[in-house]
């Protein structure tokens, strides 16, 4: 790509660049591998502000594979399905040997062996992340699963925090009995607090909408804090942020009316989490999931509208040059949308040198054959299920489109994840409905991350390219009309 395509300034990045410039390494071997015999790649999931987490893949050579990426501090990875936590720190060396026969049986060796073998330890052991919250599901006096929604808030909250306290106790349990290095203490600490809040902010949202009291005394930004700093980056972290983030615009002080309300929004709502924080750290994290959010929506022209801000406020490089890369690749499938939708719709397919055939996704089957049922037509397709809030307050928007549209090459598509009636006034206006087996729900989720929330929504053109696809591509947003309308004149 043209170099003109890379307008951050790294300059500014802050820290010592020797640090940041020390990768991690690690390699991987993998026994009795006929078991699994169709399994080519190994992924690594680094986590980031989006639904997919930034991912490595690896293909198996000779039942081997290997990775080398920049941690920038010790923090959390995964390797799924196999490892769920997995920790690294610069300069570390790992080797991990899988076996397929067993896939509960990890074995660790080299510089980061000893942090691992404990991490793991450590969360099978004493740390189980098992939360109350403000609705939950819970064993009745029958021992079957019962749906409970606490009273009050202080009940909930009270739980919450026994919880934490008892999960801090045994943390010091741990430590005596493991003794596990300086770094990964500061990490079990961070696992542990990171979540507690999270489930705290999380609760108290959703007691709120259901409820209605002000339950903002209960939780304040300066309390979380402490938890950012360089010294070490836990996967929740991101995840925390992001409720700080949805906190602060529910629960803030008056000039939260300014932020969402003022001729330029964006600009507003950036400045309003500039000012939410003193800790350093956490404000680059709020301002880094902000400019996220844009590129997850495909938004590069604002995004790029306010490339000068996020330059000049980011400089940490974990948040910094990820999400450069993230703009790069946004960028680039904006501009040509049909090698992304080719890897798409084809990911069930062998690629070129591949001498074991992937096994057929129903998932994609079913998609490939709705949008090749009808050239020359754009497609709309909706996936949600009948018990979802969110999908049945779309469904009036999505009609009216559908009315607004009728006779225009445009088709409209459900993807339903359940069973229910389909409504008699949808099939009146040609809104078409698929009710996904297992086979094709299962095959559709890792591709389009369904389990991450629905409503989900897929834009294709006439010519069969997949163009936009999103939570954010709701019918109820003027935009997505707009954007619908574009492909229709194509």
């Known amino acids: 790509m043209d170099e003109s395509a890379f307008v951050f300034e790294t300059a500014n990045i802050k820290g010592n660049e020797a640090d940041y410039s020390r990768p991690a390494v690690i390699t991987g071997h993998i026994s ?13 999931a680094i986590p980031f502000y989006d639904r997919v987490s930034e991912k490595q893949t690896s293909a198996i050579f000779e039942d081997t594979f290997g990775f080398s990426f920049m941690p920038y501090a010790p923090r959390t990875i995964s390797m799924p399905p196999y490892i769920d936590h997995l920790v690294v720190c610069p300069g570390d060396s790992i080797h991990v040997e899988l076996d397929f026969s067993d896939l509960g049986k990890v074995q660790y060796s080299g510089k980061g062996a000893e942090n691992n073998e404990k991490f793991n330890d450590f969360l099978v052991r004493y740390y189980l992340r098992v939360w109350p919250g403000f609705s939950t599901w819970e064993l009745d006096s029958k021992g079957e699963p019962a749906f409970r929604k606490y009273e009050h808030a202080d009940v909930f909250v009270t739980a919450i925090r026994q919880t934490r306290e008892s999960y801090l106790a045994r943390l010091d349990e741990f430590i005596r009995e493991a003794r596990p290095s300086t770094e990964l203490i500061e990490i079990c600490r961070k696992e ?42 836990n996967s929740n972290l991101f995840t925390l942020s992001s409720n700080i983030a949805t906190w602060i615009f529910v629960f803030s002080s008056p000039d939260r009316e300014e932020a969402l309300h003022p001729s330029d929004v964006y600009a507003a709502q950036i400045d309003f989490l500039k000012r939410a924080t003193e800790n350093d750290m956490l404000r680059q994290m709020l301002i880094t999931h902000f400019y996220n959010q844009l590129l997850e929506a495909n938004r590069v022209d604002r995004f790029e509208e306010y490339f000068a ?10 948040l910094k040059l990820s999400t450069r890369d993230k703009y790069a690749f946004k960028k680039a499938w904006r501009e040509n949308p049909r090698a992304l939708s080719n ?23 079913l998609l490939r054959s709705v949008i090749a049922r009808e ?10 299920a009948n018990w979802c809030p969110g999908s049945q307050q779309e469904q009036p928007f999505q009609k009216r489109l559908a ?9 409209m598509v459900n993807f339903w994840l359940d069973n229910g009636a389909d409504d008699p006034e949808s099939v009146a206006l040609g809104i078409e409905n698929y009710h996904l087996t297992d086979a094709q729900r299962t095959g ?12 989900f929504y897929i834009l294709i053109d006439k010519e069969g390219v997949i163009v936009d696809f999103g939570e954010y591509l709701r ?11 574009a492909y229709l004149e194509q």
């Open 192 to 233: 542990i607090e990171a979540d507690y809040y999270s489930q705290l902010i999380q609760s108290l949202l959703q007691y709120k909408s259901d409820q209605g009291e002000d339950v903002s005394d209960y939780f304040q930004v300066k309390d979380a804090e402490p938890l950012f700093s360089e010294d070490c980056i």
């Open 32 to 44: 009795h591998r006929e078991v699994y015999p169709q399994t080519t790649e190994i992924s690594i």
């Open 343 to 365: 890897a798409i719709l084809h990911a069930d397919k062998p690629r070129d040198g591949q001498t074991i055939v992937p096994k057929e996704n129903e998932g994609l089957k």
């Open 403 to 411: 009315a607004d549209e009728k006779g225009k090459p445009l088709r």
């Open 309 to 318: 801000d996020f330059n000049d406020n980011v400089t940490y490089p974990l």
């Open 375 to 384: 050239e020359q037509k754009v497609v709309y397709i909706s996936i949600g």
């Open 444 to 455: 559709l989720d890792p591709i389009l991350h369904l389990g991450r929330g629905i409503p």
């Open 475 to 485: 019918p109820s947003i003027p935009e997505t009309r707009t954007k619908i309308e």
